[in-house]
């Protein structure tokens, strides 16, 4: 089966500090592609970062970064200098070759931020 | 223009009514998608039109119709819902029906059946 598992339902993090969320997903595909999306309250869905299967290169998006290791289907997202606006809800998501672009979301990690 | 825009942004429907959900994209996006989302619950495919082809969940019932009059408006028709439909329904595009470069997502509509 195709999934995406995320195992931390609720981070907290320091306002300027750094945190990383957690990602493992499972495809038998050789091309895929992976992606962060942030929901606030406002509830519309904001990509963050996404990652080819086929580069080795990690993604990075200002204070954003990801570890791709592809060998253990890992996927986690670095926030660094954590601010205020960070806050929201975070999933991890996968698109697998040959799906319809069928998006296949984790459950979701809910990050808090403390000022 | 990079937006998805969804109309209404919340809506209140009786089990007996009829209404529909807007979706518009004006990016050149090749597919669109519905998505459905409870609360503290990932959102879950419902609907893709890809390269005017309608795909569909088979697990939806069929009080959800789409539509899609042309390339840039993807409309969900509802009919005889029940309040267990209430939910955050989501629209998104995406320039190749494979998502290749991303997905880009409306701001939702809140729907409530009383």
């Known amino acids: ?115 | 223009d990079t937006e998805v825009t969804q109309t209404p942004k919340h809506l209140v429907m009786g089990m007996t009514n009829k209404k529909s959900l807007k979706c518009e994209q004006h990016m050149g996006h090749r597919a669109m998608y519905w998505y459905k989302q409870k609360a503290k619950k990932p959102p879950e495919l419902m609907f893709v039109y890809s390269y005017e082809k309608l795909s569909i969940n088979e697990s939806v019932p069929s009080r959800f119709s789409p539509e899609c009059p042309n390339s840039s408006l993807l409309n969900l028709h509802l009919h005889a819902l029940q309040p267990e439909d209430s939910a955050l329904y989501l629209c998104a595009s995406s320039l190749l029906g494979t998502g290749n470069y991303g997905y880009t997502f409306g701001s939702g509509t809140r729907l409530t059946v009383v």
């Open chain 1, 1 to 115: 089966a195709q999934t995406v598992t995320q195992s931390q339902p609720e981070m907290s993090v320091q306002e300027a500090e750094t945190v990383t969320l957690s990602c493992t997903y499972d495809t038998s595909e050789s091309d895929y592609y992976l992606f962060w999306y942030k929901q606030p309250p406002s509830r519309q869905m904001i990509l963050v970062i996404r990652q080819e299967a086929y580069k080795q290169q990690n993604a990075t998006e200002n204070r954003f970064s990801v570890n791709f290791q592809k060998a253990a289907k890992s996927f986690s997202l670095k926030i660094s200098d954590s601010q205020l606006g960070d806050a929201a809800m975070y999933f991890c998501a996968a698109n697998y070759g040959g799906s319809q672009g069928n998006l296949i979301f984790g459950k979701g990690t809910k990050l808090s931020v403390k000022p």
